[in-house]
């Protein structure tokens, strides 16, 4: 119940925040083109922990769309533990700060879990990247997957761009 609280919290503030955001056309100030690998941490309903590891990832497909691959897991693998693979499709918004390093990002896609019988659903994802060097990027995101027992998570962790 208390990790069920706490990602609608952080969902609900991601929507908040997303909300808040300009939506016009700007003239970018720094390219959202860029691709990413990573790992991190992932935290809410993910199997039988409240805490795994997170591998994500951005590839740009078109301009100011992508697509983000990543899986959450609880690292249990002996027979009882869960993996989620995710694969959105999301609209990368143009930076929101005046440097252009804070770049928020909004989709959906497939979600496809080890554990249960309606083991594949849709996806709804919102997160932000933040452009640390031209090398580095910080990423948190939230992810609700629709199958199933709905499941809320969320992911930070760093990315190298290439």
């Known amino acids: 119940m208390k990790t069920r609280s706490i990602a609608a919290i952080a969902l ?10 300009p939506m016009a056309a700007n003239a970018q100030q720094a390219p959202t083109d860029y691709n990413y690998v990573g790992a991190g941490v992932g935290v809410g309903n993910v199997g039988n922990s409240d805490v795994g590891l997170s591998i ?16 959450i897991s609880d ?12 694969l959105p499709v999301t609209y990368d918004f143009n930076p929101v700060t005046p440097n252009g390093r804070l770049l928020p990002y909004l989709g959906g896609g497939i979600s496809v879990t ?5 083991a594949v659903g849709p996806l709804v994802t919102g997160g932000v990247d933040y452009r640390i060097t031209d090398r580095v990027v910080a990423n948190g995101a939230v992810n609700w997957s629709l199958h199933g027992n709905s499941r809320v998570n969320g992911t930070v962790g760093l990315g190298y761009t290439f």
Do not use: Y
């Not at 002996?78 to 995710?86: P, Q, R």
């Open 12 to 21: 609900g503030l991601t929507a908040a925040s997303m909300a808040a955001l």
């Open 56 to 71: 994500n990832s951005k590839v740009t497909v078109a301009d100011s769309i992508s697509v983000r691959p990543g899986a």
């Open 75 to 86: 690292l249990n693998f002996s027979g009882n533990g869960e993996t989620v693979f995710m």
């Open 114 to 118: 080890t554990q249960g019988s309606n």
